[in-house]
C-alpha cells in the first residue's frame, strides 16, 4: 500500500449548484420567478408573507410558497389560510436536523408545488443567518428581513448573508421608539457590506413599507415574464 | 453550524475523487468571507465521515485571504486594509467589547473611488484541493 495524491481543485458545493441547477430549469420552463426569503429565526419572513400575499399581488400574479422549517407545520398553516398553495419542507430527518433548505430537498418537494399554476414562488429557508447563504436552491433572486431588535452589527458579523441578497427588508420599524438601535447605523453597516443593496424599512405589525415590499414582488413577476422562456 | 452541511459536502467530493480507495488525507481551501470554524468543521467530519470512504482521514486547511477588486477603477485591496485599528479580525468586537467605530467597519466599497461595484477576487473559497488516497501496491 502507498499514498497517493488526487488532485481535485471543485468548488465542495458543486454537487448543490448542479442541482439547484435543474430547479432552475424547472422553474424557467413554466416562467415562475423564484424568490429565496431568508432571516433570522423570528425576524418575521412569515409575517411579511402573509401582509404580502393577504390581498393579490397585482392582476392575474397567482403565487405559491414553499415553507421550510425544522420541524412543524405552523407557518404553512398560517400561509394556507390565506388560500395561497403551500408546501411544507421538514428538514429533521437528518442528523439533528438540517438549518437550511438545500437544492434537493427543493427537488424532493417539487413535484407537490403547481408550477404550471404559479407566476411566482417564494422559498421561505429555515430561519438561520448563516447556513442558508451557502445553499443555492434554483431562485432568481434572494432577499432577506433583517429585524431592527437585532441590532445594527448583524451585517458586519453575518456579511455573507448579507451580500447574497439583492433585496434587505428591515423589519419591525414600529419598535424603533423602543429600542437603542440606530437605523441609519444599521444602513451604513448593510451599505458597508453589499453596498447599493436595495433596502425596504417595513413593519409587518403596522403595515407600514408593505405596498413597496409587494410592489417589489410583482416587478420580480413582470420581469421573470419579460424574460424569453427556455 | 453550517459546518455540519459542509462537512458532508466535504466528504461527497472527496468520495467522488477517491474512486473506491480509502482516503487519508483532504487538502481544504477556506475562504476568509465563508466564516467557516475549521475547528468545528473537523469535529462534524469526523462523525460524518464514519462508514464512508473518509472515516479517519485527516483534514487539512489553507486560509485564503478575502481580496476585494473595483470593477470602476480597477484598484484591488486586501479587506483587511479597511479594517481600523483594534479591530483585528473581520466581524469580531474589538478586545474591551468596545462598540466598533466607523473607522473599523469593514467595507466592500472601493478604498480608492469608492465606488459601489466591487467584486470579490478571493475570500469566498470552499474547496477540496487535493486528496491522498491509499493505493494498493503495484503487483505488476
Known amino acids: ?134 445553499f443555492r436552491v434554483g431562485e432568481d433572486v434572494r432577499v432577506m428581513v433583517a429585524a431592527i431588535t437585532e441590532g445594527e452589527d448583524k451585517p458586519l458579523k453575518y456579511p455573507l448573508m448579507y451580500r447574497t441578497c439583492e433585496l434587505v427588508l428591515i423589519n419591525k420599524v414600529d419598535l424603533l421608539p423602543h429600542l437603542e438601535v440606530d437605523l441609519e447605523e444599521l444602513l451604513a453597516n448593510i451599505d458597508a457590506v453589499h453596498p447599493g443593496v436595495e433596502t425596504l424599512v417595513v413593519s409587518a405589525r403596522t403595515g407600514e413599507g408593505v405596498e413597496e415590499w409587494r410592489r417589489w414582488l410583482a416587478a420580480r413577476v413582470a420581469r421573470r415574464a419579460a424574460a424569453p422562456v427556455a | 453550524m453550517h459546518e455540519l452541511s459542509l462537512a458532508g459536502a466535504v466528504i461527497d467530493t472527496a468520495e467522488r475523487h477517491a474512486a473506491g480507495r480509502r482516503v487519508l488525507l483532504i487538502q481544504l481551501r477556506l475562504g476568509e468571507l465563508r466564516q467557516v470554524v475549521p475547528e468545528s468543521l473537523a469535529f462534524y467530519f469526523e462523525h ?44 469580531q468586537t474589538p478586545p474591551g467589547g468596545v462598540r466598533p467605530q466607523v473607522a473599523a467597519r469593514p467595507s466592500f466599497r472601493c478604498l480608492r473611488c469608492g465606488g459601489a461595484d466591487v467584486e470579490v477576487e478571493a475570500g469566498n473559497e470552499f474547496e477540496v484541493e487535493s486528496i491522498e488516497v491509499e493505493e494498493p501496491a503495484c503487483t505488476g
Open chain 1, 1 to 134: 500500500m502507498h499514498r497517493v495524491k488526487v488532485r481535485v481543485v471543485e468548488d465542495a458545493l458543486d454537487a448543490n449548484n448542479t442541482i439547484a441547477r435543474a430547479n432552475r430549469d424547472d422553474f424557467d420552463r413554466h416562467g415562475v420567478a423564484v424568490v429565496n426569503l431568508m432571516s433570522a429565526p423570528g425576524a418575521g419572513k412569515t409575517s411579511l408573507l402573509e401582509r404580502a400575499l393577504e390581498r393579490p399581488l397585482g392582476e392575474g400574479i397567482r403565487v405559491g410558497v414553499l415553507e421550510g422549517d425544522v420541524q412543524g407545520e405552523y407557518d404553512a398553516m398560517r400561509i394556507a389560510s390565506l388560500h395561497v398553495p403551500v408546501t411544507q419542507i421538514n428538514t429533521d430527518s437528518g442528523f439533528g436536523g438540517e438549518c437550511h433548505l438545500d437544492a434537493n430537498m427543493v427537488r424532493t418537494a417539487l413535484p407537490s408545488v403547481p408550477l404550471a399554476e404559479i407566476d411566482l414562488l417564494v422559498i421561505e429557508n429555515v430561519g438561520n443567518l448563516v447556513c442558508p447563504a451557502e
Open chain 2, 48 to 91: 460524518v465521515a464514519r462508514g464512508t470512504l473518509c472515516e479517519g482521514a485527516t483534514l487539512e486547511y489553507e486560509t485564503v485571504p478575502a481580496t476585494l477588486g473595483c470593477r470602476e477603477c480597477g484598484a484591488t485591496w486586501p479587506l483587511t486594509a479597511t479594517l481600523g485599528s483594534g479591530s483585528a479580525t473581520w466581524g
